[in-house]
């Protein structure tokens, strides 16, 4: 976990990226602390990638500024623009981008031989960054002859056999297939926690994001919806995109009912005149509230559970079986409701069930 | 000049053109008694007041020549045999190309050019003017008749002459059925079937002066009605005689005639009994070149029985020497047998350039 | 800091390289367009320069010549339909049926680019002519009356144009059926349609946009044809506007102004139709040629593979193998006929080009020509396709039109104003063989900048900015990653450009000078001024020394290639 150090490594701010006139990325602030692994996360489109290619320097900003231990390397106001091979920085991309005409081995000391190390040198730190890679073996292997997996192996061993100080990640896991990826997602993980180097890592993947990431930063077409760890971000979106992006959630509107109000909980009335409790945050409540309820929180029982907030009547719709869990679709009042629960032994549709959820759990959304 | 009441070169006129009558229109002193700038040394059996051994170090010559290019390189062989240290260069092209290449170089400020032969008199009469030849009196000018000779010496002489006919080819057009004179050539029969050469050959511009002026203005208005295929080189047009492609020739050149004929192609020659026209082809050095003394000694060695039998005999020239004392030609002919027709007023000719140029250009479709 | 860092990215050697570069291609390219239309616009004495006034009179005059203008639009016609059709008949039976011999014939499909036009049009000169060509001969011997074929006339011309110049139109064709999704046509036969169906309903549709695209780049390329319609046009007086622009320089006195304003009102056409065509192919909702394979279903056509192995063979046969026969049976005659006497037959042809040294000269000029520029080009065709598709420099897109400037102006009038330009220029490099090389170096600029471009769009880009990421300078990763990765296809440009510079003839034909002859203008000049069997021998040394030469550099090549890769 990082400590609260006082300067960031890296910061981001108020970064526009635009390619022509479309903006990619229209006004993107943050911060990575040393040691920190920090993961822009959001649908394709969002302009994630583009703010790491900026942060590299493989795209050029439009505005803004981003500097690495305090010093500008872009900067739009004072003509700032550091091109992206003095930048001091680390990359391992999507596609691996292993050379094909070279050895594994050549591959991994292409940056240290940039640097003019010595062969011993250079000899002693291959074999030692193969080796945390498992693919110490594969040393003067032809590099076009591997496999996926093994070709990113080596392309993250390249990445820090030099010792940057920042590794950068474009959705580096998104070419393997679902089992490697989730290996690898620890090993990467492990990694980058027994080097220590700052990260910032990009994917579209939510799973991804919150297994490996200190701090995550979601984004929407080129703009930052909200910044957190995984656990803030997962229990307390700011907003309707983040709650439903990440984990699957309901949203329920209604008007504020302050008379009912109690116990530090907020009370709405939705358009069918049911109440629910929830928990405000520090957010501002409002006439107009939406809140969010994850659909794992949402628990059904066949009987009325004990408990007098939250507790509601609703008509069975469908199930579906998906493995780990059951999604069951509910009609509650005129708004259906989707709940996910653990394997249930299947019930009729049009049964008549009973939803409760805590109020903790229903979150008002908001800045 | 020599000229008689019809306008004509005859035999006789040559013969009796020993004596260097007085120039029409041009006034100039008798060149022969002009006393030379230095004695003339003796290299192989000729003449010459160029410096040898300065053209043997100037070590190149570049030749701008009509011919095609057989017998363009002909010409530099025959050279290069005898001056084996002066490597020969050529650009070839028909007369008018070559003519207005050599301007357009020269007004842009190169002169790489040391020779050109013409096969046309009239671009060598406005070089001349233009000061683009460089005054060099050979000594062996003596061998030449002063017509045959620019006014005053100096600038270019004839280093041979080219006459031609008509022809056929005997396979494709019974004896019978052939043209006897220059008028036969304007039957319809011929249409499609007969060849001439392109507006830039000197020899077509006589051809077209001079039978204009024998059978009127109408004579080549019938014959554009025939379609002519026109060529640039008379091997060209003697190929397509030999190969079928062209029944008749309206410009049969003697040379070419001699050269196929050895080739055992079926083509025949008739010359018209109002006379072969006939073309000069001139040589003379340039102005400003940059290899001037092999220009001079280049002069010298055309001019010289040595260069004259080697044009006569090259069987890609076979042209006819006007030298005093040339032997007849490889087929025992020799030029005092043909009548020959060209112009008499050289510089009317000259005028009538742009004429010819738009008529004929016409006739072949630009 | 922020200072001298921005001046220092300013002035960095990617930047100055690329923009020397750019101005290099610019001065070359530019420089004669600029002369070129001064020309045409100028109406004042043509022997006056600069010129005195300017006007569009020249282009009035050009009104007095329409039959000009429409025999190259009816030839040029011709020729696209028939290059497009044996284009596609050709790719559809290579690039989906399983004939035998497939990986085989699509190599000799690019024979014929190899031999050149001139050399097509020689032979079918002696195949076709009415009265003595050999196929004319044989029809009369057989019994037939007259002639057979005329190749004299604008199907005649057309006809070769499409056989030599056209083998483009099967690479493009190919390349669009083979990156076709195969599974498009599975369907439709899935639902049960027929072989024949299928393709006329679904392949066919969809290969359209592609062959279109092809359509307008091949008559665009019809458009600025020379040596055939000089073979075979000029003696029947059938004019396209390229010979009669060469007959007009020609004249005496030249008619330059007309020459140019005829050259520039077919680049005018030239650059339009090129410009329809880069709309088509850049819209990206047509079939676009990409690295993605689809591999494209090979039909199985049962017993027709047979059928079409001789229509592919017929295809050799007429292209390559006639042309070449031909030739070599006019080369050992004296006077070439169908049905030869036995005194007939002679060496004297060989001996006698082997005795001309403007033969040797010309061959060896054109070796080292076409060496250098092959190798110089390599290096500034390979530099300006980083600089437009790669670097980030502005201006980039402005200099890919420069380059592929020079393929909407025919070669011949591409030349025209390269002789003007460079007669007038300072240094004397006029008449010299350093025009010619500068000459080729402009007019190949679209061909070895496409190669070239066509590999680097194919290495992935994250190849390059990984050694970026990894510290290393643009010299260091271009001599590191870029250049090895590039190898094979700077090779395959290099062969190209060698190819290409031997067999040139449009430019090469203005711009000879004594001392800078090359080959295939002087086979020109052989045909203007000598036997017909003397030509054809020419033809075939030329042919054979540049098949020689082909030989040794793809085994050399191929050697290099092996050593790069280990």
């Known amino acids: ?367 | 000049m020599v000229h008689n009441q019809h306008g004509r070169i005859t035999r006789r006129a040559l013969l009796k053109a020993g004596a260097a009558l007085p120039l029409v229109g041009v006034a100039a002193p008798n060149v022969l008694s002009q006393p030379l700038s230095k004695s003339p040394t003796t290299v192989l059996d000729f003449k010459t007041n160029a410096d040898v051994a300065k053209a043997e170090q100037e070590g190149e010559l570049v030749f701008y020549c009509h011919e095609n290019e057989a017998g363009t390189a002909g010409i530099m062989q025959g050279f290069s045999k005898d001056f084996p240290k002066i490597k020969t260069s050529y650009v070839r092209a028909q007369t008018g190309a070559l003519y207005s290449k050599i301007l357009a170089e020269r007004q842009a400020g190169r002169f790489d050019v040391d020779v050109i032969q013409l096969s046309d008199i009239a671009p060598a009469f406005d070089f001349q003017k233009k000061g683009g030849y460089e005054r060099y009196e050979s000594p062996e000018s003596g061998a030449y008749k002063q017509d045959y000779l620019s006014s005053p010496n100096g600038y270019f002489f004839w280093t041979g002459v080219d006459p031609a006919g008509i022809a056929y080819n005997s396979e494709k057009v019974a004896a019978a059925d052939a043209p006897k004179g220059w008028q036969d050539i304007l039957n319809p029969k011929w249409k499609g079937r007969i060849s001439c050469k392109i507006s830039a050959s000197g020899l077509q511009f006589v051809q077209w002066y001079m039978l204009r002026k024998l059978y009127g203005e109408g004579f080549w208005k019938d014959f554009a009605k025939l379609q002519p295929h026109a060529f640039d080189s008379r091997v060209q047009l003697f190929d397509r005689l030999a190969k079928g492609d062209d029944a008749i020739t309206a410009i049969g050149e003697y040379p070419a005639y001699i050269l196929f004929k050895g080739r055992n192609a079926k083509v025949e020659f008739v010359a018209p009994p109002d006379g072969l026209v006939a073309t000069p082809l001139v040589v003379g050095a340039v102005n400003k070149a940059p290899h001037a003394e092999a220009a001079k000694l280049f002069v010298d060695w055309a001019m010289s029985k040595r260069g004259q039998a080697w044009y006569q005999t090259n069987p890609n020239l076979y042209y006819a020497s006007v030298r005093t004392d040339a032997p007849p030609m490889p087929t025992g002919v020799s030029l005092t047998r043909f009548k020959l027709l060209y112009p008499s007023d050289w510089d009317e000719y000259a005028r009538e350039s742009a004429a010819f140029l738009k008529e004929w250009n016409g006739m072949l479709g630009l | 800091m922020s200072a001298t860092a921005a001046s220092a990215e300013r002035w960095s050697a990617q930047r100055l390289v690329g923009y020397g570069v750019a101005a290099i291609a610019a001065v070359l390219v530019l420089y004669p367009v600029f002369y070129l239309l001064q020309a045409a616009f100028d109406v004042g004495d043509p022997q006056t320069r600069p010129p005195t006034a300017y006007g569009l009179d020249n282009f009035q005059v050009l009104l007095n010549y329409p039959r000009i203008m429409l025999n190259t639009l009816v030839v040029s016609f011709a020729a696209t339909a028939m290059a497009l059709v044996i284009g596609f008949v050709m790719a559809w039976i290579l690039a989906r049926t399983n004939v035998p011999g497939r990986r085989a014939f699509e190599q000799l499909m690019a024979v014929p680019y190899y031999l050149t036009p001139l050399l097509g049009a020689l032979a079918w000169s002696m195949l076709g002519s009415p009265e003595s060509g050999f196929v004319n001969q044989v029809w009369r011997a057989l019994g037939g009356s007259d002639h057979l074929i005329d190749i004299n006339t604008p199907y005649g011309i057309a006809w070769v144009m499409a056989l030599f110049e056209g083998s483009v139109a099967f690479v493009m064709i190919a390349a669009v059926m083979k990156s076709m999704d195969p599974s498009l046509e599975e369907a439709s036969q899935v639902i049960g349609a027929s072989r024949l169906r299928t393709m006329l309903r679904v392949t066919l549709p969809l290969v359209v946009p592609g062959v279109l695209g092809a359509a307008i780049f091949v008559f665009a390329e019809m458009l600025g044809s020379f040596a055939v319609a000089l073979v075979l046009g000029t003696p029947n007086r059938y004019y396209v506007i390229t010979t009669a622009i060469y007959q007009l320089i020609q004249q005496y006195p030249p008619r330059i102004q007309l020459a140019a304003a005829m050259g520039t009102s077919l680049f005018a056409v030239m650059f339009l139709m090129l410009f329809v065509y880069r709309r088509i192919v850049t819209r990206g909702s047509y079939v676009t040629i990409t690295g993605k394979a689809f591999r494209p279903r090979v039909a199985d056509v049962g017993r027709l593979r047979y059928v079409l192995f001789g229509v592919c063979m017929l295809y050799l046969m007429v292209a390559v193998v006639l042309p070449i026969a031909t030739l070599l049976y006019a080369s050992v005659q004296k006077i070439a006929v169908a049905f030869p006497a036995a005194d007939n037959f002679t060496l004297d042809n060989f001996r006698a080009a082997a005795s001309m040294n403007a033969v040797g000269s010309a061959l060896t000029n054109s070796l080292l020509l076409a060496f250098a520029t092959a190798t110089i080009g390599i290096v500034l065709m390979g530099l300006l396709a980083w600089l437009i598709y790669r670097s980030r420099l502005p201006g980039a897109g402005l200099i890919e039109y420069v380059v592929m400037f020079p393929q909407a102006v025919p070669r011949l009038v591409f030349a025209f104003g390269m002789m003007w330009a460079w007669l007038v220029f300072p240094i004397p490099i006029y008449g010299t063989i350093w025009l010619l090389l500068i000459a080729y170096l402009t007019v190949f600029l679209p061909l070895g900048v496409r190669t070239i471009a066509g590999v680097m769009l194919q290495i992935d880009k994250s190849l390059e900015e990984c050694a970026q990421m990894c510290g290393a300078a643009w010299t260091f990763r271009l001599r590191t990653i870029t250049v090895p990765l590039l190898a094979p296809g700077l090779i395959a440009a290099w062969l190209l450009l060698f190819i290409a510079s031997m067999r040139e003839l449009g430019a090469s034909i203005l711009l000879m000078g004594p001392h800078s002859k090359v080959i295939t203008p002087s086979i020109v000049e052989s045909w203007f001024g000598t036997a017909s069997e003397l030509t054809a021998t020419l033809a075939l040394i030329q042919t054979g020394v540049v098949a020689a030469a082909m030989i040794v550099l793809v085994a050399v090549t191929r050697r290099l290639g092996a050593q790069l890769v280990e």
């Not at chain 1, 999507?94 to 940056?111: E, K, L, R």
């Not at chain 1, 030099?162 to 950068?168: A, D, G, H, I, M």
């Not at chain 1, 799973?207 to 957190?228: F, Y």
Request: glycine residues 8%.
């Open chain 1, 1 to 367: 976990m990082p400590t609260t150090a006082a300067t960031p490594h890296i910061e981001v701010e108020r970064l526009e990226v635009h390619f022509g006139a479309v903006p990619a990325v229209r006004g993107v602030s943050f911060s990575v602390m040393p040691g920190e692994q920090l993961t822009l996360l959001g649908p394709s489109g969002c302009g994630k990638t583009t703010t790491l290619r900026a942060i590299a320097g493989l795209e050029h900003g439009s505005a803004g500024e981003i500097r690495i231990d305090g010093k500008p390397v872009y900067s739009a106001r004072k003509g700032v623009n550091i091109p992206a091979e003095k930048r001091g920085l680390s990359m391992v991309f999507q596609s691996y981008a292993i050379w094909p005409h070279m050895s594994v081995f050549d591959n991994v000391a292409y940056g240290l031989r940039v640097r003019r190390a010595g062969a011993a040198e250079i000899r002693e730190k291959v074999e030692r960054a193969l080796g945390m890679v498992q693919m110490g073996a594969f040393a003067d292997r032809r590099a076009s002859a591997l496999s996926g997996g093994q070709q990113q192996r080596v392309a993250l061993a390249r990445a820090f056999v030099f010792q940057p100080s920042v590794l950068l990640f474009d959705e580096p896991l998104s070419n393997l297939d679902a089992k490697l990826r989730a290996d690898m997602r620890i090993e990467l993980r492990d990694l980058q926690h027994r080097l220590g180097i700052t990260s910032v890592y990009v994917t579209h993947d939510l799973e991804e994001a919150l297994a490996m990431s200190d701090r995550i930063v979601v984004m929407r077409d080129g703009l930052v919806e909200q910044t957190g760890t995984p656990d803030e971000i997962y229990a307390l979106p700011r907003s309707a995109f983040v709650a439903d992006f990440i984990g699957s959630s309901n949203l329920i509107r209604g008007r504020n009912r302050p008379d009912l109000a109690a116990d530090g909980l907020i009370a709405l009335e939705t358009p069918s005149g049911q109440v629910i409790y929830g928990s405000a945050y520090g957010r501002p409540v409002g006439d107009e509230l939406t809140v969010s309820v994850r659909t794992v929180h949402l628990r059904l029982s066949p009987q009325r559970p004990a408990g007098e907030r939250n507790v509601w009547p609703a008509r069975l719709e469908k199930t579906v079986f998906q493995g780990d869990f059951t999604q069951v679709h509910v009609r509650w009042g005129d708004q259906p409701l989707i709940a996910r629960c653990a394997a249930l032994d299947p019930l009729p549709a049009g049964q008549e069930v009973f939803i409760t959820v805590d109020p903790k759990r229903v979150v008002l959304l908001g800045a």
